[in-house]
């Protein structure tokens, strides 16, 4: 499963340096704006400790972790959604990733120059935010006015659209992001041709130093009291962001354990068995068969499978089984 999550801020602020740290990949992260303009992308393992105890237990040949897909987005500046800076290039990028992960700086250092020559976290967060909902509502907008001529001769699905695009419209228009609009799945999916940017999954993460740690408690309380509704995690180490990142997007983790490999396998939650088998081949949904699961830390500490099935913690389940985070899964097909 591919799906990545990018990398977004204003220029020098820190999104490439902690990108280089979360990829080992180089690309480039000089003191100016605009170096970034290509987005870079990386894959990155996905911290487990269960994966580390499965390939133990196992004794496997190769231990293969879970991947997300980062991806270096160019800084946005102020007027980037009327095509300022590199704006529509980057509005582009953003809208081909899965999640953003929004990086703010609150750090203070004179040979690290700010885009606006001051450091103002909430103000920075502004800025992106408001091109983002400008974008939005331009492509808000045109939909409306394509679907007016099949709203005037009665077309049940155009008016139940124009209705959802007129409840996210009033939300962008207020200046809020359009998550606001507390959108049920039914309603997501009707739209989801517009690929909105403000509905997207967002994380936030600051850029700190040892002498800015006061301001982070500040900056948290101030980000609550924003006029514009916003959700923050706060991450201090790139572990911990890397799951968060895989948390955002709605991912979880299943494993195959053996002699010759232990692998976690990446699945939308909620995912059926039939459904989850594919993240190994296409094939598992349409043959599927059975399957025989045990919970991992079930697996250890029975010890084998023989005494896991024996003790009733391996169970065999059919089509409808939702396969859970940490689940060790054999399918039969």
Known sequence: MKLSI???????????????????????AENYPFCTIDPSVGIVP???????????????????????????IAGLVEGASKGEGLGNKFLTNIKEV??????????????????????????DIGIINLE????????VSKRIANLQKDVKRGDKEAIAEEIILKKIENILEQGHLASDADLDLDEKFKIKSLNLLTLKPMLYAINTSEATENVELDFEKDLNAMSVKIDPVFEYGFDDLIKKSYELLGLETYFTT??????AWTIKAGSTAPVAGMAIHTDFKDKFIRAEVVFWQDLLDSGSYPNARASGKLATVGKDYIV????????KI
Do not use: Q, W, Y
Request: with cysteine.
């Open 258 to 263: 053996g002699p010759d490999e232990t692998r």
């Open 132 to 139: 983002l909902v400008l974008s939005d509502m331009e492509s």
């Open 324 to 331: 859970k985070d940490g689940d060790v899964v054999e399918f």
């Open 6 to 28: 990018g990398i977004v801020g204003l220029p020098n602020v820190g999104k490439s340096t902690l990108f280089n740290a979360l990829t080992k990949k180089s690309v480039p």
């Open 46 to 72: 996905v911290p487990d400790e269960r994966l580390d105890k499965l390939n133990e237990f196992s004794k496997s040949l190769k231990c293969l972790p879970a991947v997300i897909e980062f991806v270096d």
């Open 98 to 123: 899965d999640a953003i992960l929004h990086m703010v700086r609150v750090f203070e250092d004179k040979d690290v120059i700010h885009v606006l020559d001051k450091v103002d976290p909430l103000k």
